[in-house]
């Protein structure tokens, strides 16, 4: 396993960086520990945690029933008795499953005197895969409403690797999510350090510089956005300026507010839906703070509200695409 993970240090895709980051705080830290379903002889269901059974062992690479409200249960529990879980959901959208564990218990266990909850709840997310409505969901706005929360996103290999391992060494509760569409993607592959590091949670980056107007994405959007920032530069010759939030809670609230004040343009771009989306907090956010910064309105570009479609050509319609970015663009810079 050593052997694997040493070679996979040059040019590690998204989901490689996830795993290499894992097994370096196992490596580390003998309480981290992982739990769920087929994550121990299987490897995981996109094959994450392949070969870790052999490396850790059964007591730390634990297999679970088909039952998420457990798996979150048992992490909790552990967590509580100084173990650092790693809990991993096969897809997020099962993470309902866990919610009430994870609202009403692990977010406010701290807040109770009761001890924090030092635990890593991962799993993969997003549509563009073709897996229709129960293995498709982008579940964030879910817990923006809940106060002890973590959570991220990322969109590069050297934020995943860097924010896994903030993650579990982080004192409090924190929700991975981890793109799907993203974990394989040949244009993700890029050589990571080989000296320990780690991307502060809380912490969003610029994906892209640009003077004519912002757009404030995270996930599998960051790479529709430069795809479409390109696109913009080199057909109306405007300059867009891309942030990745790679954070979705707590929000950088300096860096949405710094590119506000900079382009005074701004689009919100997410995959989930966008009544109840998460754009509208950023929005909010921009609208209370910002402005008189703004040289136009905010738009908002999302998923119809609606279930994740099946078919190909429904789910591509229901889907942010580069062509509606880029419409938007063009008329947001026209103000």
């Known amino acids: ?70 798996i979150v249960g048992a992490a909790c529990g552990a967590a509580l008795m ?17 919610f009430d564990m994870l609202t009403n218990y692990a977010a406010k266990s701290r807040y109770r005197g009761c001890g924090s909850i030092q635990a890593v709840f991962r799993g993969p997310c997003g549509s563009g895969v073709r897996g229709g409505p129960f293995h498709s969901l982008n579940a964030e706005s879910f817990f923006l409403n809940t106060a002890g929360l973590k959570m991220v996103e990322p969109s590069t290999a050297y934020d995943a690797k860097g924010l896994i391992k903030a993650a579990i060494r982080d004192p409090d509760p924190v ?46 959007q960051v790479l529709n956005a430069l795809d479409a920032a390109e696109m913009l530069e080199r057909e109306d010759g405007l300059q867009i300026e891309v942030i990745d939030l790679r954070t979705l809670a707590p929000l950088d609230k300096t860096a949405i507010l710094a590119t506000v004040k900079k382009t005074n343009r701004v689009m919100v771009l997410h995959e989930s839906s966008l009544t109840g989306g998460i754009g509208g907090e950023i929005s909010a956010i ?21 279930p994740v479609p099946f078919a190909p050509t429904m789910e591509d319609y229901f889907l942010p695409q580069i062509s509606e970015i880029v419409e938007a663009a063009r008329r947001l810079a026209s103000y």
């Open 175 to 220: 929700l991975f999510f981890e793109h799907k569409k993203l974990y394989r993607l040949p244009r993700l592959r890029e050589e990571l350090p080989t000296t320990d590091y780690i991307v502060e949670i809380g912490k969003a980056r610029t994906a892209r510089e640009g003077k004519d107007l912002s757009i404030i994405t995270f996930g599998a």
């Open 82 to 98: 100084g173990m650092k879980p790693v809990a991993e959901f096969q897809f997020i959208d099962f993470i309902s499953n866990g």
């Open 1 to 70: 396993m050593a052997a694997i993970t040493k070679q996979e240090a040059k040019g590690l895709t998204l989901i490689e960086a996830i795993r290499q980051g894992i097994y370096e705080e196992m490596t580390r830290d003998e309480t981290v520990f992982v739990i769920g379903e087929d994550i121990g002889e299987y490897g995981g269901a996109f094959k994450l945690t392949e070969g870790f059974i052999d490396e850790f062992g059964a007591e730390r690479m634990i297999d679970t029933p088909i039952s998420e409200a457990a």
């Open 286 to 306: 921009i609208a209370e703070e910002a402005f008189e910064w703004l040289d136009a309105p905010i738009i908002r570009v999302a998923s119809i509200d609606a």
